[in-house]
């Protein structure tokens, strides 16, 4: 391993204790092309794993290993490496940056500790930036931020922080100074033990000095107003700084430590990950800052309706939770996160989801598409099992004598679409047995057959998404296919409900018969409005007209009616259904007769509704050279696009904009040839707004 100069200042009370103290599982955050994947490929370097640093634009680096991400040069699918560093072991996940593939983020950070959040220096928090971080604030995970690229033309420290402060809304508490400015940026300096961290051009290792003369002075302010927002937000610190005017180094180290962990405050640092600048200190950071598996709340599941806790412990009962899954040519590999207890190679564990057993045949410790065979994972482990056959992304596995159930990633709802067949007739059921296991592997991906025309429909996040998907079916299965024009996701909505809408349901046909009277209000209901989602069902029945268990069946029945709306058969959302009266017969009436009316009730109430057809609206930003900002804005609007701010960064326009999604298909395209390829953009999903009255599309 390379010599290298640390900024560590202490150790982890536990570490001397207990071998999981010195763990950290992370995760690199960050908006396409801010250098998450460079950082990783530098920490790797940095702590000896590899021998050469990797580059994206060579296509050498370890993380982006699928050849879809080294012919795009983009990160598109998670992947785990690990590596040692002063005594401790990081597991690190490298995540994608581009918001199609914001699914794979999201499963990532359910089992993540901690996170370092990536910034471009020039362009600070873009709109991806913002997405992984309220998805790790979801998550409450502790993150530390590195703002990178500072050797660039209009690189600023400040103006990068700046915007973390005022986009992210954490406490930024900066702990280093750059040393000297874009193409002079050398090094940081440490501002807990007030020292210069300096590394030459083609130097192995920084080298470690007094601070410059020419940057004592800011170095001392800057370094009293870290003291001062700390003492602000830890009574600890608060008490010495109030006893002695100051704070130490160790003092400094503990309180950031804790403002860490308990998210009141986030420690910034800087560096260039491609000059090798900045990345020893980083590492210091994660293992001094960031959470062992010790330092989070043990893990919580449910079994036969009871909540139950399993700590961090390997002698514990074995829980452990799947966020990952894909087939290599060696074997189907299930990435596992260990909450507790110990899984050996050849054990029989028990998955929760399908109540069915199954035998563990290796254990692998990863590294990207690299793997070291391990007898046994421990409780805080990342790695990846072999031998598992019917284990999925969010699958729970335990010991069959301590069943246990964890809540599974969230998976998002896809909102485009494409069709998609086989050139040959006769490859027609290799085709499905693809799909089927790509949506095996990404849980975003959806099959499904359209009732009306019998085509194959794939659905996913966003057009590179679907070209990925589909691009993995040439490559991996062979099989030459015809991909569709992509569409979107349309929804339903009320616009003006129905009051006291009256449905009955009988039925007799011979033998017990069915009865069921409901009386429906139907209103338009904003989602999240009080806590409720898309949809929500009360009941104002008085004088046990309806009985609770036949209200539960109407609520089950009215979101049966849910899945396909009147205008053109899309899923309906934003409503609210009050169940107000009702009838029963004493024979006839039936938790299924209530189901059904429920049903087929809402359905007409819907239909005598004044609906409302919506479709996905994303915010664009899009950074072009200044002379270009008039192209871009009548080329927005045409597309019925509406500019919501506009900005000047590192002299270039940044205009921001909500555009239809559908508007959006082909545009990267169009925007070069408008730029001569000077024009980027970038998109996150907002929700949904009402779509033109003229467009009334089917499934």
């Known amino acids: 391993m390379r010599t290298r100069t640390s900024t560590h200042t202490g150790t982890h009370p536990n570490t001397r204790t207990d071998p999981l103290a010195t763990v950290r599982n992370l995760g690199i955050l960050a908006h396409v092309d801010a250098g998450k994947t460079t950082v990783t490929e530098r920490i790797l370097y940095a702590t000896g794993t590899t021998h050469k640093r990797g580059e994206v634009h060579d296509g050498t680096t370890v993380t982006d290993f699928d050849p879809q991400e080294r012919d795009r040069g983009i990160t598109i699918f998670a992947a785990a490496v690990s590596c040692a560093w002063a005594g401790h072991r990081i597991n690190l996940i490298d995540t994608p940056g581009h918001v199609d593939f914001a699914d794979e983020v999201e499963r990532s950070l359910r089992v993540l500790d901690g996170a370092v959040a990536v910034f471009d220096a020039v362009a600070g928090v873009e709109p991806q930036s913002e997405s992984v971080w309220r998805q790790a604030d979801r998550h409450g995970v502790p993150r530390i931020a590195f703002v990178n690229k500072m050797d660039r033309a209009g690189a600023d420290l400040d103006t990068a922080v700046a915007s973390i402060r005022e986009r992210l809304h954490p406490a930024p508490l900066v702990v280093q100074l750059p040393v000297g400015a874009e193409d002079g940026f050398t090094g940081v300096v440490d501002l807990l033990r007030m020292r210069a961290l300096v590394r030459a051009d083609g130097a192995d290792t920084a080298e470690e000095g007094p601070v410059p003369d020419t940057l004592r002075e800011e170095a001392l302010r800057r370094r009293r107003l870290l003291e001062e927002a700390v003492a602000e937000r830890h009574p600890a610190a608060l008490e010495e700084f109030c006893d002695r005017g100051t704070l130490t180094a160790a003092t400094l180290t503990d309180a950031l430590r804790d403002l860490t962990r308990s998210g009141d405050g986030v420690v910034v640092l800087c560096g260039s990950a491609y000059r090798d600048r900045g990345v020893e200190p980083l590492l210091d950071a994660v293992v001094t800052y960031l959470p062992s598996p010790l330092d989070v709340p043990p893990v919580h599941g449910t079994h036969d309706g009871t909540e139950q806790e399993r700590p961090a412990d390997p002698a514990a009962p074995m829980a452990a939770l799947a966020f990952k899954a ?35 045949g290796r254990i692998l410790r990863v590294r990207a598409d690299r793997h070291d065979p391990l007898e ?324």
């Open 376 to 699: 046994r994972a421990v409780a805080g482990d990342i790695v990846a099992v072999v031998g598992l056959k019917s284990a999925r992304a969010g699958s729970t596995l335990c010991a069959p004598d301590a069943p246990l159930f964890l809540e599974p990633p969230g998976v998002a709802e896809p909102v485009v679409h494409v069709a998609v067949e086989a050139r040959r007739s006769t490859d027609t059921d290799r085709l499905a047995a693809a799909l089927a296991r790509l949506t095996e592997e990404d849980p975003s991906l959806a099959v499904r057959t359209d009732p009306e025309t019998g085509q194959t429909v794939l659905s996913g996040m966003g057009e590179l998404h679907l070209e990925v998907a589909a691009e993995r079916v040439r490559r991996e299965h062979g099989l030459e296919v015809t991909v569709g024009r992509p569409g979107v996701a349309h929804r339903e909505t009320v616009g003006a409900g129905v009051t006291g809408f009256v449905h009955r349901h009988v039925k007799q046909d011979g033998g017990a018969g069915q009865f069921a009277h409901v009386v429906l209000d139907v209103e338009p209901w904003e989602e999240d409005a009080e806590g409720g989602g898309g949809f929500v069902f009360r009941s104002t029945v008085v004088g046990g007209r309806v009985p609770q268990e036949y209200v539960r069946a109407v609520e089950a029945g009215c979101r049966d009616a849910l899945a396909e709306g009147p205008l053109g058969g899309h899923p309906v959302t934003g409503l609210r259904v009050t169940l107000t009266d009702g009838q029963t017969h004493v024979k006839d009436s039936s938790e299924t007769a209530f189901r059904t009316a429920g049903r087929f009730g809402l359905r007409d109430a819907l239909r005598a509704s004044e609906m409302v057809l919506l479709e996905p609206v994303v915010e664009v930003t899009v950074t072009v050279p200044e002379d270009g900002v008039g192209g871009v804005l009548g080329d927005l609007a045409a597309r019925r696009g509406r500019v919501t701010g506009s900005d000047t960064r590192g002299g270039a326009a940044v205009v921001t904009a909500t555009v239809p999604l559908a508007e959006l298909f082909g545009y990267a395209t169009r925007l070069r040839s408008r730029t001569q390829g000077r024009g980027t953009f970038t998109a996150r999903p907002t929700g949904y707004a009402p779509a033109p009255t003229n467009a009334v599309p089917t499934r």
């Open 326 to 360: 894909n087939a290599t040519p060696t074997g189907r590999l299930t990435y596992l996160r260990v909450y507790s207890g110990t899984i050996g190679k050849g054990d029989t564990v028990w998955d929760a989801g399908t109540g069915r057993t199954e035998r563990v």
